[in-house]
Structures are given as C-alpha cells and as structure tokens.
C-alpha cells in the first residue's frame, strides 16, 4: 500500500475532540502529505525519515514520513526522539503533522524513536475503550459519545440512559471475558460508500480505516491499537458521573489498572492496620467510626450551646442594668467568628431589657441582639451603621449582624450601636 495521509477533516462534535470513530478519510499518493505509519503498523518504535520541513526557529519540524501519533480523537500525542532531540508535541495540520522539539534538529536526515512505554499505555487505553463503548452498546444500549484520553485515566461519555454500579459491574465483566478470549483487532482500509455494520456511521467520503474487535465491534478510527484484546490487559471501571445529559465513566486498561490497584491495595491496608483488622473489614469499621464521629460531634454542638447558654445568663447576671433597667454588654474581640457568639448573645438577650453587641477585627464585622422589651431594633440598627461605613449587613429586630471593609471603620458602627437611653 502507497504512502496514506489525512485530508482535511469534518468534525462531527463541535466545541470537543471527536470521538475515534469520527476518523478522516484517507487519500492515497499525495506527495505533500506526510506519510503516517502508525496508521498500518501501531508497534513500529523506530524508522529513518527526513525533514522536509521546520519553522524559522527550527523548533517545528514536518517529516517526509512518521509514526508519531498527533493529538486527535481524544488520544494525546506520542513523544520519542528526532535526530536524537526530544518530542514534546505532536500536531495534526491535516495534511501534515507538526513535530514540536526541545531543541532545533541538527540534520535532515533524522533517525527517530518512539517512546514506547507511553505509546503501549494509549493503545491499551483506546482499544479499551473500543471493547467499553461497544460492550456499554450491546448490553445496555448506551451510545459513547465522546472519548477522552487523560495522564492518569481516561473517561467516556454515554447517552441513552442512567448507568448505575450494577450495570457498571455488568460491562466490566464482559468487556473483560472478551479479553481473556483473546480476540484479534483488525485495521484494514475500506471505501466509505462500501462499508457496513459500523458501531457509529461515519459521514465522510474516500477511504475510511476500520478497527474492528472481532465478532464484537467495526468503527471508524485513526488512532493507535493493539493486536488482540488479550493485549489490554484488563479493563477495571473506576467512577460514573453525571454530566449535563451524559454519564461519564471514568476506567483504566492493562498497566494502569494494575497500577492502580496496587495503589487501592496499599491503601487498604494501611486502613487495616490503623484498625487491626482483616482487610475485609475495613468499610464496616470505616461506616461505624464515621457515626461514632457524627455521633460526637453532635453531642460537642450540644455541649458548646449549653455552655454558651450558661456563659450568656451568667454574663446577664453579672451586669448592672442602667438607668432606664437595661442591661448591654459591648465586646471588641480580635478574630474568630460570629457564629461563636451567636448563642451566647442569644442566651443574653433571652433575660428582660437586654442589648449584646460584639465587634470583631478580623474580619471587620459587628454582631447586635436585643431582647423584645429593650427598645433597640437589632436589623435597622445594625444596617444603618454599617451602611454608614461602607459594609452591608441586616437581620431581624431581634438579631442581626454586619461586616465593614476595615476594622478601624469598627469604632464608627460601635457608636451609632450605642442603646438608647431609658
């Protein structure tokens, strides 16, 4: 077969990276087009080529012919070496594809590599999500309508319906009985206006590159796979997630699913150990220390409010009423929150002819409570002064509370919070 190149591509998803299935077609012969080897052989790991082509800065450079994958249809770039300079980006410019290096290239003539541990982790991944998308399909008839390769994971998009963890648990056993059978993955080249049984029909002309899961799955795709499934390793589904209208499943495949149970596993017994307990047991112990934790925090809440119930009546005794029988308490308090006092100016004001007014630095902000009988409008008071300073802040005739924009403006509000005298 000639050299293959890529012509100008239609994308179907607009405002998102296609999924793989929305390949471009295929035109063969084009002198211009740069000749993309990974599109026949995803293992090829070294070739010679020759730079046609480089940016003024010779940072760029276009080759005659590459097995460098480009970022397209949510799989990222491959990295490697050129002329024994580091990869740093690949593009896809249609035509041609855009090397991005470290440094400039010093020849024309450039032995290349690929980088092969990133290469073999994407093929895993996207050949996985192939199996996922046509498995989701078949026992579900849930459409994947988008496909994003990430560092750590990678995610689908599926539409037609809910996906809980029982239907979740119903793919991956599935996805991975058909890797343990081992079935090949096909690449072949068909003319579009002849090809059938795709998993998602493909709207463009020419020559369209199937991958196809034997007895499972045919789809329209660019990217790199592997030969058989038996290759993917294991396909293991990590969380779903509820997007707009979609419901995104986030899984690993081969090297990164084992990685990542090694990493769960260590985490669970570190837990085990904390317990020291079987390894099974951890979730119970975990559920039964978290309503011992609820437990007690509810019963601190109580005890902070019984003490500030306390704290508000003995502050009430403690202080002499005025002339007109009122009783006001007015703290400056250096930082904290205003919640803290809440109770206890609650608890003061519940006596007779009672005022509590709090200031606090940091944040700049007041407090004011007032019983029903002590002639003082906590709301209208407390946003009148702090209007007056340039804050906001309001409440009920009861309670009410405030915040300025600098803690000297705090000496101003305490003063039109002055009660009124009887």
């Not at 239609?10 to 599109?39: G, H, K, V, W």
């Not at 979740?168 to 068909?190: H, L, M, S, T």
């Not at 660019?222 to 990590?238: P, Q, S, Y």
């Not at 986030?250 to 079987?278: H, I, K, M, N, W």
Request: hydrophobic share 40%; glycine share 8%; with cysteine.
């Amino acid at each position: 077969m000639g050299a293959i190149g890529v012509t100008t591509a239609i994308p179907m998803y607009p405002n998102q990276a296609p999924p793989c299935n929305s390949s471009p077609p295929f035109c063969q012969n084009e002198i211009s087009m740069t000749d993309r080897l990974y599109y026949t052989d995803s293992y090829l790991r070294e070739f010679a080529g020759r730079i046609v082509d480089r940016s003024a800065d010779g940072l760029t450079v276009y080759l005659d012919r590459s097995a460098f994958y480009p970022s397209s249809g949510g799989q990222p770039f491959d990295t490697g070496t050129i002329g024994g300079v580091r990869v740093v980006d690949v593009v896809d410019e249609e035509d041609r594809i855009a090397h991005r290096l470290e440094t400039p290239a010093a020849a024309d003539a450039v032995e290349c590599a690929i980088d092969w541990e990133r290469r073999f982790d994407h093929m895993q991944q996207h050949s996985g999500q192939h199996l996922l998308s046509a498995v989701f399909e078949e026992l579900h008839g849930l459409r994947t309508v988008s496909f994003h390769l990430g560092a750590d994971s990678a995610t689908i998009d599926l539409e037609g319906g809910a996906v809980d963890a029982r239907t979740a648990q119903q793919v991956e056993r599935r996805a991975n009985q058909v890797i343990y059978e081992n079935r090949p993955i096909d690449v072949r080249f068909e003319e579009a206006a002849e090809v059938q049984g795709l998993r998602k029909a493909s709207s463009r002309q020419g020559t369209l590159r199937i991958v196809s899961i034997d007895g499972l799955d045919r789809s329209a795709c660019g990217g790199t796979h592997v030969r058989a499934t038996g290759e993917i390793g294991v396909v293991l589904l990590r969380k779903l997630e509820k997007v707009r209208q979609s419901v995104r499943v986030e899984f690993l495949c081969g090297g990164r699913a084992v990685s990542r149970a090694r990493l769960d596993y260590e985490a669970l017994t570190r837990a085990s150990q904390q317990f020291c307990s079987p390894l099974d047991d951890v979730p119970a112990l975990v559920a039964a220390q978290l309503d011992s934790a609820r437990a007690a925090e509810k019963a601190r809440q109580k005890l902070e409010l019984d003490l500030a119930a306390y704290r508000g009546r003995e502050l009430y005794q403690a202080t002499p009423p005025n002339a007109g029988g009122v009783r006001r308490v007015t703290q400056r308090i250096a930082s904290g929150t205003l919640e803290g006092l809440r109770a206890v100016a609650q608890s003061f004001t519940a006596q007779p002819k009672a005022i509590f007014v709090a200031a606090l630095s940091d944040p700049p902000s007041v407090l004011a409570a007032s019983s029903a009988d002590a002639g003082f409008d906590a709301g209208k008071m407390v946003k009148e002064a702090v209007t007056a300073a340039g804050g906001r802040g309001g409440g009920t005739p009861r309670i009410a509370q405030g915040s300025v924009p600098r803690a000297d403006l705090l000496d101003a509000v305490l003063a039109k919070l002055e009660a009124p005298r009887a």
